[in-house]
């Protein structure tokens, strides 16, 4: 596990900014194929997720989301998924749906590595084998999965980020208007470039060309500073940082399949 602490994106006046939790409701009634899964991880904490069951061997696509968004906002999206061939496993942040405790960086990326080192549990509690495993970010969730395959030594088949970004506090600069003069990147930061530098791992960026949040620059920066081999960046004209799923479905989709070897969407 990382023992790397993340000091200054810990502070509040950050965490204000990185962070927007919302709790879950209660979920007690599921579709078969929905299970709600705990993890275990620091402190004697528990993160909340959902798994969205395409098959019991389909590839599974362990999932870190936004930093708005919880697990169960997935029960809409989860479907592109699965019509895919793909079993969709989303975890929660600290402090988000049914996690215990509150958000941190640190416990971010600690709790990202944990989760993927007891992945292995989750699908047997749930009754699944996957013939393979990818992991995949979204915005602020790309710090997670960038952990992941950064320090994966196996068991991992491919990256894919989605509206990610590459330079900690200009991010956090646009959205949070929030000035942090004495903080640089390669030692306060998440470190994104730095980390896609270790990860030989089949790759595929997707970002928007009109994302304001999160420029498309930044999605080349990380398509540049990767030593993959297989690697893909889909630039999808007209998406921004909160529609690219939906206006450039197609490609969205047909990108993550194409990775995945699994069948292409027909709509």
């Not at 989301?65 to 969709?88: P, V």
Request: proline share 5%; aromatic share 10%.
């Amino acid at each position: 596990m990382t023992d790397k602490r993340y000091d200054v994106l810990d502070r509040p006046e950050v965490l204000g900014v990185l962070f927007y939790p919302r709790r879950d409701f209660d979920e007690s009634h599921l579709p078969a194929d929905v299970h709600l899964v705990r993890i275990p991880v620091d402190d004697g904490n528990m993160l909340g997720g959902k798994v969205y069951v395409a098959a019991q061997t389909a590839p599974v696509i362990l999932f870190f989301h936004g930093n708005g968004e919880i697990a169960s906002d997935y029960d809409t999206i989860a479907s592109f998924y699965t019509e895919l061939g793909l079993t969709l496993v989303v975890v929660d942040y600290r402090g988000y749906g049914a996690s215990d405790g509150s958000p941190t960086a640190t416990a971010l990326v600690r709790d990202a590595l944990t989760t993927f080192e007891r992945i292995g549990d989750v699908f047997a509690e749930v009754g699944i084998q996957p013939e393979r495993l990818y992991v995949m970010g979204r915005s602020l969730g790309s710090a997670a999965a960038l952990e992941v395959a950064s320090r994966a030594t196996g068991g991992l088949d491919g990256l894919i980020l989605e509206s990610g970004f590459a330079y900690t506090f200009p991010l956090i600069e646009r959205i949070g208007f929030l000035q942090l003069p004495d903080a640089y990147e390669q030692k306060d930061g998440f470190g994104n470039l730095e980390k896609i530098d270790r990860v030989t791992l089949p790759t595929l960026i997707i970002h928007g060309e009109r994302d304001w949040i999160i420029p498309i620059g930044d999605a080349r920066a990380l398509y540049e500073a990767s030593p993959a081999t297989n690697k893909k960046l889909v630039s999808v004209p007209g998406a921004g940082h909160n529609d690219l799923m939906m206006i450039g479905r197609r490609a969205y989709f047909g990108a993550i399949a194409e990775l995945c070897g699994t069948a292409p969407q027909s709509a």
